[in-house]
T-cell receptor, first 116, second 114 residues
Framework: GENVEQHPSTLSVQEGDSAVIKCTYSDSASNYFPWYKQELGKRPQLIIDIRSNVGEKKDQRIAVTLNKTAKHFSLHITETQPEDSAVYFCAASIIWGGGATNKLIFGTGTLLAVQP | AAGVIQSPRHLIKEKRETATLKCYPIPRHDTVYWYQQGPGQDPQFLISFYEKMQSDKGSIPDRFSAQQFSDYHSELNMSSLELGDSALYFC?????????????FGPGTRLTVL
């Protein structure tokens, strides 16, 4: 079945450094790749997403890159701050022509700790 | 802006009891998804509804059932509860054709089975 692998499972960086989280998906039909930030006991919050017709997207300190051929996508956070500390999940889904969106298949998560 | 509402926020049940979780999507959203997140795990898709019809089914046990009502709210019914059902249950909703791709998550219901 569909599967999304995510690495690393934990990541510790110094404040101001960059953090990179990588995901690989198995379903070649996937064309929508959101990233979620989740704090302990809270809901997942969308931080950035990318569709398969775009190779890169950036929003301030956060960027996502997609390599559709290799079925890889990555999250890049620059100038990390202590408040970036959380669990980050990648996900893959399919957007159909009519706008309907399939279920999200999540990666296993990355616990990011930003040390002050 | 209105968000997804879930009730109750916390629920404690005994083994073999039943539980009903409710989800009220963002107004004018026509699709509802249910996810289960165990401790330290990623969210797992259970079931989804589009325009009150089941649209997809994931790893939902036969002991669970769900439906979407005419006002678009959804309920997840869980029977013969087991210890392993203890988890955070999230409902997410998505807008119609012009609503974009994002699934908006509710605050979750924390179910504890003793």
């Amino acid at each position: 079945g569909e599967n999304v692998e995510q690495h690393p499972s934990t990541l510790s960086v110094q404040e101001g450094d960059s953090a990179v989280i990588k995901c690989t998906y198995s379903d070649s039909a996937s064309n929508y790749f959101p990233w979620y930030k989740q704090e302990l006991g809270k809901r997942p919050q969308l931080i950035i997403d990318i569709r398969s017709n775009v190779g890169e997207k950036k929003d301030q300190r956060i960027a996502v890159t997609l390599n559709k051929t290799a079925k890889h996508f990555s999250l890049h956070i620059t100038e990390t701050q202590p408040e970036d500390s959380a669990v980050y999940f990648c996900a893959a889904s399919i957007i159909w022509g009519g706008g309907a969106t399939n279920k999200l298949i999540f990666g296993t998560g990355t616990l990011l700790a930003v040390q002050p | 802006a209105a968000g997804v509402i879930q009730s109750p926020r916390h629920l404690i049940k005994e083994k073999r009891e039943t539980a009903t979780l409710k989800c009220y999507p963002i107004p004018r959203h026509d699709t509802v998804y249910w996810y289960q997140q165990g401790p330290g795990q990623d969210p797992q898709f259970l079931i989804s509804f589009y325009e009150k019809m089941q649209s997809d089914k994931g790893s939902i046990p036969d002991r669970f059932s769900a439906q979407q009502f005419s006002d678009y709210h959804s309920e997840l019914n869980m029977s013969s509860l087991e210890l392993g059902d203890s988890a955070l249950y999230f409902c997410a909703s998505k807008g119609g054709l012009a609503g974009g791709s994002e699934q908006f998550f509710g605050p979750g219901t924390r179910l504890t089975v003793l």
